[in-house]
């Protein structure tokens, strides 16, 4: 399929994805449709004469220039939904997008792919849940999926980073306008050792409509998603009620019942649409196939390092709650500074993690 032409015709005002769709099946390639005259085109249900004329007359040339300019300029490329390249499991929603422009390229084993979502204000609960389910799918051969939001989403892509998996971000807005903007160097790093997708146009803003329809491609990439925190009118539950629309599994992770946050995961529970999901067992219990592979009945055991008398005495007293560093000096009986530099050194091992506050954690190993 013609890129070139294909971004003429998405250029047309009024086009949608499933119109597209269905000229090009009519008229067996983009060029054809842009060539066709209006009494043609009207022959192809859904296309009325304003629509057809508004077809046969645009030209849309400069669009596709500056499309495949800015394409070229940030390394990126475009993939139909005609290309054998383009994922499977899009390509069986109800409305793929006919062109997704693309960082980085997709591998043979993002068919098994599992989408994580939920708030930008996440508890500290609600970012070790997302970075031990992340790390433990990614031990099974399993590709993250989440948008590349605050939050939720940054913690999911960042775990799947760290654990050497692969992970995709779909956002809403064009590949060169990354947002949040503090997260360019997190999307250069998936591009890297993943795909970073769009549906839109280089050049397009973050507008909050971009969003619902962004939501839809994580879900529709996905084999299920796992919602961990969000409010009940959250971005999350909408990527949540599209998984269930495209006959995907969806995974909740209950948290406290005073967490406006909770309210989200415990409703799609309450009302029998989610699973109540405690680990990556819960997911994998879904999907046979997945849990049976050779892959998944290899989970790394890494060997604890070797501490030192101090080291072994704080990692003793700490737990995934959080504590904090004064707590931690009057239990272990060092001092605060003596403490600072034990966890330091504990960080560098990848066993303690330092939360906001200077509260401190036991990291998963």
């Not at 890129?3 to 060029?31: C, E, M, N, Q, Y």
Request: aromatic share 6%; hydrophobic share 40%.
């Amino acid at each position: 399929m013609n890129i070139r032409d294909l971004l003429r015709l998405s250029s047309v005002p009024r086009l949608g994805p499933l119109k597209i769709r269905a000229l090009v099946t009519h008229f067996g390639d983009a060029g054809a449709v842009l060539r066709a005259g209006p009494r043609e085109l009207i022959r192809v249900p859904g296309i009325d004469r304003k629509l057809a004329s508004a077809i046969a007359h645009h030209d849309g040339e400069d669009f596709a220039d500056e499309q495949l300019k800015a394409v070229n300029r940030i390394g990126a490329h475009i993939l139909s939904y005609w290309d054998d390249s383009y994922p499977s499991l899009l390509k069986r929603i109800y409305d793929p997008p006919p062109l997704l422009y693309a960082l980085g390229t997709f591998a043979e084993v993002d068919r098994h792919s599992i989408g994580i979502v939920g708030t930008r204000k996440p508890s500290s609960y609600g970012q070790r849940v997302t970075e031990n389910l992340a790390r433990e799918l990614v031990e099974v051969g399993i590709t993250i999926v989440s948008g590349l939001a605050r939050g939720i989403d940054t913690f999911a892509h960042e775990a799947a980073l760290r654990a050497g998996g692969r992970t995709i971000a779909v956002i809403g807005s064009g590949l060169d306008v990354p947002y949040p903007p503090e997260n360019r160097r997190l999307l250069q790093r998936i591009a890297r050792q993943g795909v970073v997708i769009s549906e839109f146009p280089l050049g397009t803003q973050p507008e909050a409509s971009n969003f619902p329809r962004r939501n839809r491609l994580i879900s529709g990439i996905s084999l299920g998603v796992i919602v961990v925190e969000s409010d009940e009118d959250g971005g999350a539950m909408i990527t949540a009620s599209t998984a269930l629309d495209q006959n995907r599994e969806v995974f909740a992770v209950p948290g406290m019942i005073t967490e406006k946050r909770s309210m989200g995961p415990h409703l799609l529970i309450q009302q029998g649409r989610a699973k109540l999901t405690h680990s990556v067992n819960d997911v994998l219990a879904e999907f046979p196939a997945l849990a049976g592979s050779s892959r998944s009945q290899e989970r790394r055991t890494l060997p604890l390092p070797e501490l030192t008398l101090f080291e072994n005495t704080i990692l003793q007293r700490l737990s995934d709650e959080p504590v904090h560093i004064d707590v931690l000096s009057e239990r272990t009986a060092l001092s605060t500074s003596d403490c600072l530099v034990t966890l330091l050194s504990l960080e560098f091992k990848g066993l303690v993690r330092q939360l906001p506050g200077k509260y401190f954690v036991k990291a998963e190993f």
